[in-house]
Structures are given as structure tokens and as C-alpha cells.
């Protein structure tokens, strides 16, 4: 069976739902999700770049169908997995670290 894919909110590429980082809006601020939460939610690669293409075009209004600010706490985890990643792509089969293989 093929793993899950969703699309990057910032650069619109379809990835492994595993290599990207899960948002949810919680009280009008887009956080990290937690494992397990259900509800609407918003994809984004482990990459600044990503990150400020999605503020850039709105992508997380549009994605949580309303006014929303980005939390502190989204710029750090994309920042410490896209270092994670960048820094053990040699380390395992070449491909990418997951953002799962951060938190665990």
C-alpha cells in the first residue's frame, strides 16, 4: 500500500505526508500538531522557504478557512527539522529524515 501524500501549503508540491510538518490552528494561531489530533489541518516542508511562500500567499487563512497568525513555535520546528534533515541525508539510505525521526 503507497503512503499517504499531502501538498506543501508554501511551494505546492505533493510529498509523503511523513516528510512534512503538520499544522493546526488552535485558538486563531497555526501551531505544530500534536500526534493523534484530529481536525483540519494544513501541510508544510521542513524548509523556510516553504514556510514564508505559505505566509506570503495566505495559504494558511485559505487553509484554515480564516484569519490566522503563525506562532513562534511553527519557525522553530521548521527550522530544527530542516537542519535534521539537511544534516542526516548522507547518514541513512540518502533520502530525507522524516519529521517523525525529530520527535521520536
Do not use: I
Amino acid at each position: 500500500m503507497a503512503a499517504p501524500e499531502r501538498t506543501c501549503v508554501g511551494c505546492r508540491r505533493k510529498r509523503g505526508q511523513q516528510e512534512l510538518v503538520r499544522l493546526v490552528a488552535w485558538r486563531g494561531r497555526v501551531v505544530p500538531a500534536r500526534p493523534g489530533v484530529p481536525g483540519r489541518s494544513a501541510y508544510v516542508c521542513p524548509e523556510e522557504t516553504c514556510l514564508e511562500a505559505a505566509e506570503r500567499k495566505r495559504a494558511f487563512a485559505r487553509a484554515f478557512r480564516g484569519p490566522v497568525t503563525l506562532d513562534p513555535e511553527v519557525r522553530e520546528v521548521v527550522s530544527r527539522l530542516g537542519n535534521v534533515r539537511f544534516s542526516s541525508a548522507g547518514s541513512h539510505d540518502g533520502g530525507p529524515a522524516s519529521a517523525t525521526d525529530e520527535r521520536r
